[in-house]
């Protein structure tokens, strides 16, 4: 009728959805697969061991792939002018975390883990000051049981 061939949407999600809890749940993962991965050793003997070291490190590296993509789409998408000007510092903390969820893909130091959920942490405190909401740091209820960020939410 038109003679519309593309469409596009200027958001990867609708709008105002936007929430790094995807991001900091996917570093928790990464730390406690290098956990994992620690508890099998120096020495992997086994062909299930081996198995198990191959699956391990393929989640981790998925989900270190995972953070690069939840925090570059709302850096992206979300993060226009007035963000910027507030938060300067956004984007060097976007770069450090791509370089820092690479490190985290590339080897098995718990370190890496734990500088990316810092980063990922100050991006969501970011994010939500943004929005004129409050945060506080609260201990995942699941291993590795560590410190994330999250809005404080009103009582229904």
């Known amino acids: ?12 999600i609708p709008c105002k959805i936007y929430d790094p809890a995807t991001a900091q749940i996917a570093v928790l993962s990464v730390i406690r697969l290098l956990d994992l991965i620690h508890e099998l050793g120096d020495t992997v003997t086994s062909a299930a061991d081996s198995a198990q070291l191959v699956r391990l490190t393929e989640q981790k590296e998925t989900h270190a792939a995972a953070v690069k993509h939840d925090v570059a789409t709302i850096w992206g998408d979300y993060f226009k002018a007035p963000q910027i000007e507030a938060y300067p510092e956004v984007h060097e903390l976007v770069h450090t975390i791509m370089q820092q969820a ?6 098995i130091e718990r370190e890496n883990g734990e500088n990316l959920l810092a980063s990922v942490n100050r ?7 943004t929005k004129g909401v409050e945060t506080t740091s609260v201990i995942a209820p699941y291993p590795p049981a560590m410190a ?3 809005p404080v939410l009103a009582s229904a």
Do not use: R
């Open 123 to 129: 991006f969501a405190e970011i994010f939500w000051a």
């Open 148 to 150: 994330v960020i999250q």
């Open 1 to 12: 009728m038109f003679a519309i061939t593309d469409v596009q949407a200027h958001c990867d």
């Open 102 to 107: 690479s490190k985290c893909k590339q080897g």
